[in-house]
């Protein structure tokens, strides 16, 4: 199978712009999750989607945002960038059914976005 | 925030198992232990987890405390490729999905 893949790799954009970014996830996975990761903050979920509705969502402000499609790859869109969203955003997808036990999340190798 | 403590580096000699501790002495019943690594630049990757027994895959191995309120992960015999920030989760699931909430880790360095 093939893994959870992110485009673009790598985005500069500046400030005030917005942004775009996708993500596919496993055949099969019906959850995606979005995570940023910044020296200063470690990583922090941002949400999560599954069969296209937001089921969870961490503490960020409301220039993030994503949606999901119903083949399940999402893209998760910033924006009026500021010069702190400069990071690298992570996609993990699972299948987000699990019934009383755990639900693995497989992560892509994530999209560096620097902000000028 | 996380409901971990771990130490903030550690160092291996290849060849030699690492053993990682972390504390969760907050650790809830219905809590289970992930354990993930990240490499330099690269997604998290999925190690291990458990919720009260002792696991065991071909990664790595995952000894919990009866009281569940510290877990170590050993890498039996670590190479120059575990070099990576290795992160201890405490993680509720249930029907659905739950968030994974990472604390700082542990670098491990791997030495020749």
């Known amino acids: 199978k093939a893994g959870v893949t992110q485009t673009p790799r790598y985005l500069i954009k500046t400030r005030g712009q917005q942004v775009t970014l996708s993500c596919s996830p496993i055949?099969?996975?019906?959850?995606v999750s979005w995570y940023q990761q910044t020296p200063g903050q470690g990583l922090q979920f941002l949400f999560e989607?599954?069969?296209?509705?937001?089921?969870n969502k961490g503490n960020f402000p409301g220039r993030f945002s994503g949606r999901q499609f119903s083949n399940s790859r999402s893209e998760m869109n910033v924006s009026t960038l500021e010069l702190g969203d400069s990071a690298l955003y992570l996609c993990?997808?699972?299948?987000?059914?699990?019934?009383?036990?755990?639900?693995?999340?497989?992560f892509g190798p994530g999209t560096r976005l620097t902000v000028l | 925030d996380a409901k971990t403590t771990q130490p903030p580096s550690m160092d291996c000699a290849e060849g030699r198992a690492a053993n990682l501790p972390c504390n969760h002495s907050?650790?809830?019943?219905?809590?289970?232990v992930y354990w993930y690594r990240q490499i330099h630049s690269q997604g998290p990757q999925y190690i291990i987890h458990?919720?009260?027994n002792n696991e065991t895959n071909e990664m790595a191995s995952l000894i919990i405390t009866e009281d569940r309120k510290s877990s170590t992960l050993i890498l039996p015999h670590a190479t120059l490729r575990d070099t990576a920030v290795y992160y201890c989760?405490?993680?509720?699931?249930?029907?659905?999905?739950?968030?994974?909430?990472f604390g700082k880790g542990t670098r491990l360095s791997v030495i020749a």
């Open positions: 993990a997808s699972s299948q987000g059914n699990a019934v009383g036990g755990p639900d693995e999340q497989f």
């Open positions: 055949s099969g996975h019906r959850s």
């Open positions: 989607y599954f069969s296209e509705t937001q089921r």
């Open positions: 907050t650790i809830s019943g219905n809590e289970y």
């Open positions: 458990g919720l009260k």
């Open positions: 989760i405490v993680r509720v699931t249930h029907s659905g999905n739950t968030p994974l909430v």
